[in-house]
């Protein structure tokens, strides 16, 4: 979004106008007479259409007979992000039935969308769901919510060697992706202070998820056996999750004094790391744990890296605060 300056102006003696982009104004479909909100927030002023007043947002796509799924996939996501009130999904021929289910799954897979028309050879998508009736600060407390509960799993099934756990965990990642795009979306359009530090936040929670992940299919793929290495492994995974933990804890209750231990949690996790890793050095499943330790030392350390963020957004948000 391009910075625009403009001159307060002053009228009537005390009241000071500023004018708006006319591009701006032609594509929400604004006017004489329009109805604006203007929003203070700290030191900054927020300026946006009033519900109802802004231009329905339509999107086209046309889509080859032969195109791939996960082309599609991607494309969709894009568009989804991109934002879009209708998107209408086409083809000069009718649909394969492998791109019909592509763009049903799809529906499913991001919040707030909905098949409205469907034909042979065209499907409308609609958006029923954005940040006025599901705000960032929910979202992004749910994405939380879900982050926690698959790295709590992750410990659980580890102690208890649960392929069944493991599995679970994989599976539930497509919904923490689902908090991603959709906060994705909706900070795009607000372009403040907070939806971008909620923003941040939501890619560093789609990341712990991703290791999660990773944590559970490397051991369901190797299916590790040595006892030493896995009692150290726990140590190490319980470490970091509890960093990631109390990180979470301190970015939602703005707790600057604890902040700074959280950081300098750094020097023990890769401390673990190393020990972990010197402990499984010739042993049958030396490949796994140099595997699944990074994973699990990235849980920490994005755990130190929301301590950072908190720091940071402490300090844009007030003038006077106590180290």
Same mark, same amino acid.
């Given at each position: 979004? +391009?910075?625009?300056?403009r001159k307060l102006q002053l009228t009537g !003696? %005390?009241?000071?106008?500023v004018s708006?982009?006319?591009?701006?104004?032609?594509r929400n479909s604004l006017g004489k007479g329009s109805e604006i909100y203007v929003e203070e927030m700290g030191d900054d002023v927020l300026i946006k259409m009033k519900? !109802?007043? #802004?231009?329905?947002? #339509? @999107? @086209?796509?046309?889509?080859?007979?032969?195109? !791939?799924?996960? +082309? *599609?996939? @991607?494309? *969709?996501?894009? *568009?989804?992000?991109?934002?879009? =009130?209708?998107?209408?999904?086409t083809s000069g021929k009718y649909f394969r039935n492998e791109i019909r289910e592509v763009i049903k799954k799809f529906s499913r897979l991001v919040? !707030?969308?909905?098949?409205f028309e469907e034909s042979s050879d065209s499907i409308v998508l609609q958006n029923v769901l954005n940040s006025d009736s599901f705000p960032l600060e929910k979202a992004i407390r749910r994405m939380s919510t879900?982050?926690?509960v698959m790295l709590s799993d992750v410990g659980r099934a580890l102690s208890l060697k649960d392929r069944a756990l493991?599995? %679970?965990?994989?599976? @539930?990642? =497509?919904e923490v992706d689902r908090y991603h795009w959709y906060i994705f979306r909706e900070s795009k359009g607000q372009w403040n202070p907070a939806s971008s530090f909620f923003l941040i936040l939501s890619r560093i929670l789609e990341r712990v998820a991703d290791h999660a992940v990773n944590i559970s299919k490397r051991f369901l793929m190797y299916k590790p056996m040595n006892y030493e290495p896995m009692e150290a492994l726990n140590s190490l995974y319980t470490y970091c999750r509890l960093t990631y933990e109390d990180a979470s804890v301190a970015f939602y %209750?703005? =707790?600057f004094h604890a902040l700074n231990d959280l950081i300098e949690r750094k020097g023990e996790i890769l401390k673990l790391r190393d020990e972990l890793l010197k402990l499984s050095s010739g042993t049958s499943s030396v490949h796994f744990y140099s595997l699944v330790s990074e994973d699990v030392s990235r849980i920490g350390l994005y755990g130190t890296d929301i301590a950072e963020l908190t720091m940071d957004k402490i300090i844009s948000e007030n003038i006077d605060f106590k180290l």
């Amino acid at each position: 979004m +391009a910075t625009k300056v403009r001159k307060l102006q002053l009228t009537g !003696g %005390s009241t000071y106008i500023v004018s708006l982009p006319s591009e701006w104004i032609h594509r929400n479909s604004l006017g004489k007479g329009s109805e604006i909100y203007v929003e203070e927030m700290g030191d900054d002023v927020l300026i946006k259409m009033k519900e !109802g007043s #802004r231009a329905e947002k #339509r @999107r @086209r796509v046309t889509i080859p007979y032969d195109v !791939g799924p996960d +082309a *599609l996939q @991607r494309a *969709l996501t894009s *568009l989804y992000i991109a934002g879009f =009130d209708t998107l209408e999904v086409t083809s000069g021929k009718y649909f394969r039935n492998e791109i019909r289910e592509v763009i049903k799954k799809f529906s499913r897979l991001v919040m !707030g969308i909905e098949i409205f028309e469907e034909s042979s050879d065209s499907i409308v998508l609609q958006n029923v769901l954005n940040s006025d009736s599901f705000p960032l600060e929910k979202a992004i407390r749910r994405m939380s919510t879900n982050v926690s509960v698959m790295l709590s799993d992750v410990g659980r099934a580890l102690s208890l060697k649960d392929r069944a756990l493991f599995e %679970s965990v994989i599976e @539930r990642d =497509d919904e923490v992706d689902r908090y991603h795009w959709y906060i994705f979306r909706e900070s795009k359009g607000q372009w403040n202070p907070a939806s971008s530090f909620f923003l941040i936040l939501s890619r560093i929670l789609e990341r712990v998820a991703d290791h999660a992940v990773n944590i559970s299919k490397r051991f369901l793929m190797y299916k590790p056996m040595n006892y030493e290495p896995m009692e150290a492994l726990n140590s190490l995974y319980t470490y970091c999750r509890l960093t990631y933990e109390d990180a979470s804890v301190a970015f939602y %209750s703005q =707790d600057f004094h604890a902040l700074n231990d959280l950081i300098e949690r750094k020097g023990e996790i890769l401390k673990l790391r190393d020990e972990l890793l010197k402990l499984s050095s010739g042993t049958s499943s030396v490949h796994f744990y140099s595997l699944v330790s990074e994973d699990v030392s990235r849980i920490g350390l994005y755990g130190t890296d929301i301590a950072e963020l908190t720091m940071d957004k402490i300090i844009s948000e007030n003038i006077d605060f106590k180290l």
